[in-house]
């Protein structure tokens, strides 16, 4: 196959899925889509420089035929290999479930810190969810538990050292169809008004009220952005 024809595929495949995430139900200009979808997009705005040429180049190798539809712009191949990343990046199963931790573990507020710190410890993680009554209660971090230990506090329950959303430091609920362009937003849009986000806690419909299927924290961020530049 040509590099004219992969380069015609990737690139109906990247208008094909910027039609999606804006649920079009009509045309809407390649560049219009670029414009609309990088406000929300992390691919695309991350991207949409090339996108922009790419849009060019594929008006010359479509509309700028001669009599015998000869293409007359041939596309190297980094141009080809780079748009078919980007229809691949767009196209991809980008579900949150696909990057969060699972299954999740959760704590009790009576429960004695030492058992929290110990079931983390076998998890591999540094927050841990806590539930009373099938209802969200708070997040105990290692941070926490560190804390309490360099101190000696007497506190031995985990509903001493429950970190909880009072506006500085937040934990964020998602249901598990979202994408995890939403995680990576949350992450930045706390950063940006100098809050500190400490987990997001997946579950079925993004409610405090339901079993968590998933966590995310900040540490995962890392394999997150690889996956989408």
Request: charge should be negative.
């Given at each position: 196959?040509?590099?004219?024809?992969?380069?015609?595929?990737?690139?109906?495949?990247?208008?094909?899925?910027?039609?999606?995430?804006?649920?079009?139900?009509?045309?809407?200009?390649?560049?219009?889509?670029?414009?609309?979808?990088?406000?929300?997009?992390?691919?695309?705005?991350?991207?949409?420089?090339?996108?922009?040429?790419?849009?060019?180049?594929?008006?010359?190798?479509?509309?700028?035929?001669?009599?015998?539809?000869?293409?007359?712009?041939?596309?190297?191949?980094?141009?080809?290999?780079?748009?078919?990343?980007?229809?691949?990046?767009?196209?991809?199963?980008?579900?949150?479930?696909?990057?969060?931790?699972?299954?999740?573990?959760?704590?009790?507020?009576?429960?004695?810190?030492?058992?929290?710190?110990?079931?983390?410890?076998?998890?591999?993680?540094?927050?841990?969810?806590?539930?009373?009554?099938?209802?969200?209660?708070?997040?105990?971090?290692?941070?926490?538990?560190?804390?309490?230990?360099?101190?000696?506090?007497?506190?031995?329950?985990?509903?001493?050292?429950?970190?909880?959303?009072?506006?500085?430091?937040?934990?964020?609920?998602?249901?598990?169809?979202?994408?995890?362009?939403?995680?990576?937003?949350?992450?930045?849009?706390?950063?940006?008004?100098?809050?500190?986000?400490?987990?997001?806690?997946?579950?079925?419909?993004?409610?405090?009220?339901?079993?968590?299927?998933?966590?995310?924290?900040?540490?995962?961020?890392?394999?997150?952005l690889a996956k989408l530049v």
């Amino acid at each position: 196959m040509k590099n004219s024809e992969r380069f015609l595929n990737a690139y109906a495949a990247i208008e094909k899925a910027m039609s999606g995430l804006l649920k079009a139900h009509g045309y809407i200009p390649f560049s219009r889509m670029i414009d609309l979808c990088s406000r929300f997009n992390r691919t695309v705005r991350s991207c949409q420089e090339n996108l922009r040429e790419y849009n060019e180049l594929r008006n010359a190798i479509v509309h700028q035929r001669g009599s015998d539809q000869e293409v007359i712009a041939e596309p190297s191949d980094a141009v080809t290999a780079d748009i078919e990343h980007i229809a691949g990046l767009l196209n991809q199963d980008d579900s949150i479930m696909g990057f969060a931790s699972a299954p999740v573990r959760s704590a009790k507020p009576e429960d004695a810190i030492t058992d929290a710190y110990a079931l983390m410890k076998a998890m591999g993680s540094s927050k841990l969810p806590v539930y009373t009554d099938g209802k969200f209660a708070g997040l105990v971090t290692m941070e926490t538990i560190a804390e309490w230990g360099v101190t000696h506090s007497p506190k031995e329950k985990v509903a001493d050292i429950l970190s909880t959303d009072d506006g500085r430091q937040r934990i964020l609920f998602l249901g598990r169809d979202a994408s995890v362009q939403a995680a990576v937003e949350a992450y930045e849009n706390a950063m940006a008004k100098g809050q500190r986000l400490l987990a997001i806690l997946i579950t079925e419909h993004g409610s405090t009220e339901e079993k968590p299927l998933g966590i995310i924290t900040l540490y995962d961020l890392p394999k997150i952005l690889a996956k989408l530049v």
